[in-house]
């Protein structure tokens, strides 16, 4: 007769995990079947059921995607901070320093989940939409490039663990649509 073995009998001596302080909490997907721009096409095509692959679908995407995260602060009275280029000659001059009186705020009224957004535009690998259409027929190539995209990053209070953040990207609503890649 055989037993059965689960993964904390594997694991148990040969993987430990010892925190003594987090304080970011990042969340990245990564999307395999959107690693290149074929699949990207796909994605617009096969998945979102849509007859061309135009990055007018993008931008829609991204554009719901604004309206949410904007009624998700409005619904909650959670701040959105529209930081200017950060000032690398001072050195309190980081978005934690701008978020701090909201999250000390927060926490001295008992108040816990997404207390301040911070809405920035950084660098980032992107898909954009290379329109090579001619007459009616309509096509568009999806090409990998670095360009400035908007961010939001979620300021969070934890009743537990106390402040972090969460990091999450939105496309902009541009005339050729871009897609993050990581």
């Known amino acids: 007769?055989?037993?059965?073995?689960?993964?904390?009998?594997?694991?148990?001596?040969?993987?430990?995990?010892?925190?003594?302080?987090?304080?970011?909490?990042?969340?990245?997907?990564?999307?395999?079947?959107?690693?290149?721009?074929?699949q990207v096409a796909r994605f617009l095509t096969g998945h979102l059921g849509n007859p061309i692959p135009s990055p007018a679908l993008l931008q829609k995407i991204g554009n719901r995607f604004l309206r949410d995260v904007k009624t998700f602060a409005e619904e909650n009275d959670i701040p959105i901070l529209h930081l200017k280029k950060p000032d690398r000659s001072r050195w309190d001059d980081r978005k934690l320093d701008h978020v701090r009186p909201f999250l000390d705020q927060a926490d001295q009224e008992g108040r816990f989940g997404v207390v301040a957004i911070v809405?920035?535009?950084?660098?980032?690998?992107?898909?954009?939409?290379?329109?090579?259409?001619?007459?009616?027929?309509?096509?568009?190539?999806?090409?990998?490039?670095?360009?400035?995209?908007?961010?939001?990053?979620?300021?969070?209070?934890?009743?537990?663990?106390?402040?972090?953040?969460?990091?999450?990207?939105h496309l902009l609503p541009l005339s050729d649509q871009s897609v993050p890649v990581d």
């Open 1 to 38: 007769m055989t037993s059965v073995t689960n993964i904390n009998d594997v694991l148990d001596g040969h993987v430990g995990l010892d925190l003594s302080c987090i304080d970011r909490l990042y969340l990245n997907a990564y999307v395999p079947n959107m690693a290149v721009g074929g």
């Open 119 to 169: 809405q920035a535009q950084e660098f980032q690998w992107v898909f954009s939409a290379k329109d090579h259409s001619s007459g009616k027929l309509k096509r568009f190539d999806f090409v990998r490039e670095e360009r400035r995209v908007g961010i939001y990053y979620f300021y969070l209070l934890d009743s537990e663990f106390g402040s972090r953040f969460h990091q999450d990207r």
